[in-house]
């Protein structure tokens, strides 16, 4: 189990890679990977700016990972999110997970998703023509962490 809170770009191929990297007891690997859009709410967006308070955020989300493993069976998982300045297309987060069978590795790693969404100490500013604007919070994620309870 491994969380990482960086600027650096990552290699999802080279992630999922070392993640099964000698496991024979691992079926299936589940990834799920994050970009920036170039519009949202029929606006152009220029650039997103995410900021964190660093230990906060690594705690938090090894919290959330920390929960999904005691929900399903998993051998291993993974948690990239970036923070900085990113341009449309750029790679925002990876969650990969791995677990003997497929269903277990497909739920658990939207169970950190929707987490990620929620509950993940992250500030996002979308650069637009007017000028950066701070994403709020969606209903619509909030109300997907109802399926966990």
């Not at 993640?19 to 029929?42: E, Y």
């Not at 925002?92 to 739920?107: C, L, N, Y």
């Amino acid at each position: 189990m491994s969380v990482s809170v960086q600027l650096e770009d990552f290699d999802v191929g080279a992630e999922i890679t070392a993640l099964s990297a000698g496991r024979t007891d691992i079926g299936a690997v589940v990834t799920f990977t994050g970009l920036v859009r170039s519009t949202a709410g029929g606006q152009d967006i220029s650039d997103m700016e995410l900021e964190h308070y660093p230990g906060m955020t690594e705690k938090s989300l090894a919290k959330i990972e920390a929960e999904a493993s005691t929900r399903w069976s998993l051998q291993a998982s993974r948690i990239i999110h970036r923070y900085g300045k990113l341009l449309p297309g750029a790679k925002i987060v990876m969650v990969a997970t791995a677990s003997p069978h497929r269903g277990d590795a497909f739920e658990s790693a939207e169970f950190i998703m929707d987490y990620l969404k929620s509950r993940a100490p992250f500030w996002k500013k979308e650069g637009t023509a007017g000028g950066g604007k701070w994403v709020d919070a969606r209903d619509a994620d909030e109300e997907a962490l109802d399926r966990w309870d």
